[in-house]
């Protein structure tokens, strides 16, 4: 019996007894295939972020109402804007871009209710009491308001220095370390069913700003204070997009949180020229790829989608041209570029799902992330059946001639093509229903067919 499926899901999971041998190639897209259509194929979202006053462009809010399946407000949700006065809520402008996003048929991410910019003079010079329960109220009714209305908020917003302390804003110094995870866990009862993000810059690769984040959602999962993402804004430079990115990715996906791309833009000198916007595409492309790379990482947005609506030659005088389309809302190489990492190119292209004809207590899934020449980067994604599983082996035979060169979150054996993986100290036990990912990094040939694994349960 075979199944086939282009992405690992739930429904791997609920598998049993089948063995499934399954190679899916995403059929080539056309460059007229919006980025939210390529995007949703592969499981992800792309948004941008939209003003009020955006959707008086009708040119530009149909480019957005076509490319993106998320709009993110970019100044509306704000603490200025919403609640400019103590006590006085303000939804004006907010409604104003959620009923335009709802109107092309888009949700809606929150953005953002703590922060130490855009928040009024009446709020910082409050007492540290008073703060405390200004926040608590502010986050409780501006998330009631919307509840429904945006799936996911960005709770907290950069809240580290640039070597991974805490920020020193208003907010540490008169709450202290306690007002992150205050301002989640109001967040959470304010509205148990939006999705509480984290989001921070220049923390899109591996370093001292990310670890200090890294280590704060480690902490946060420890002591139960819900969490249930990282944005990445991903404010980038042409030709310096972080190597370390989808490590970045991964290891935040690990703890496990979501991970979004929140306000993507590589900017240049300006002008452009051929050559600059051909690199930016391919940073473009990276930033994609590593997003796709990891089954974690939800959706990318953009912050504009234009040139000319965007905050980046008002901020850096001389700089500019970030994002995928131009001043003209005429697309750039970047956007046949993410076009063609969403919709062609893009890692997540081989899902082989196999279990035993005899109920083995576990089910594998194993998935091509990542494919470069004479390499591979694969998951494997091990699923409890109806009971607990408290240890667990995989296994499986290359057929190509592969061979795995080192691997994470599993203690991996080789004996020619012969593979075993077997769970590592932390991640034996999996609960009924649940699931757990190992991954490797391999040698292969031109061809790589994705193997039938094996899944033994302790
Ligand atoms: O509303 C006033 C208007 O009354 C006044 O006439 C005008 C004069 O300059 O200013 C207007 O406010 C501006 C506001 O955007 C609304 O347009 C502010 O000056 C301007 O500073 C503000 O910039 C925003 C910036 O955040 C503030 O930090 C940008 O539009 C917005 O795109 C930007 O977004 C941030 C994210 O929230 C967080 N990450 C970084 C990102 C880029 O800075």
Redesign the pocket.
Known sequence: MISTSSRIGAAVAAAVSVVALTVVLAPPASAATPLRDLAAAKGRYFGN?M?A?DFNDAGYRSLSAREAGVVTP??EM?WDATEPNRGTFAFARGDQVVAGAVAAGQKVRG??LV?H??TPTWASNLSATELRSAMVNHITTVMGHYKGKVFAW?VV??AFAENGTRRQSFWQQKLGDGFIADAFRAARAADPTAKLYY?D?NTDGVGAKSDGVYNMVKAFKQQGVPIDGVGL?A?LVVGQVPSTMQQNIQRLADLGVDVAVT?LDIRMKTPSDSSKLAQQAQDYTKVVNACLAVTRCVGITT??LSDNHS?IP??FPGEGAALPFDNNLQPKPAYNAMSAAFGTGGPTTTTTTTTDPQPTGCTAAYRVTGQWQGGFQAEVEVSAGSTPVTGWTVTWSFVNGQSVSSSWNAVVTTSGGAVSARNADHNGSIAAGSSTTFGFVGTSGSTNSAPSPTCRAA
């Open positions: 972020a003003t006053g970019g100044n704000k953005h953002t922060w910019n855009q960005d917003n950069e989001n810059y804004q404010h306000e912050w504009g905050w008002g901020v």
